[in-house]
């Protein structure tokens, strides 16, 4: 009976213990399934014709370069109008966050 409890309890123990390590930035909050976009910064109404995309991912190791800078590389920017963010999860097991740079 002991050992039964014991299951039960680390069973109920586990999912406390690995949720939470892939979480992301989120206006709304992280749930079991998160998939949202959001502003981080604006500069005057610009606009641009150019668009650059950087994101790191998180699952088992966590890679990647979400940095504005890296943005602005990716889509070849100089003047940087705005910058967003779109952020996705999974239970906390697998998630991504990106930066995007609109400018010219």
Do not use: W
Not at 71 to 99: L, P, Q, R, W
């Amino acid at each position: 009976m002991a050992h039964r409890a014991r299951i039960l309890v680390l069973s109920l123990l586990a999912p406390l213990v690995f949720t939470g390590c892939a979480m992301v930035v989120s206006p709304v909050g992280n749930a079991i399934y998160t998939q949202v976009k959001g502003p981080i910064d604006a500069e005057a109404a610009k606009g641009g014709s150019k668009q650059g995309r950087a994101c790191n991912y998180v699952g088992v190791v966590a890679i990647g370069d979400a940095s504005i800078e890296a943005a602005k590389k990716h889509g070849g920017i100089t003047n940087v109008s705005t910058v967003d963010h779109e952020s996705f999860s999974v239970m906390g097991v697998y998630s991504h966050f990106c930066t995007l740079v609109v400018g010219e």
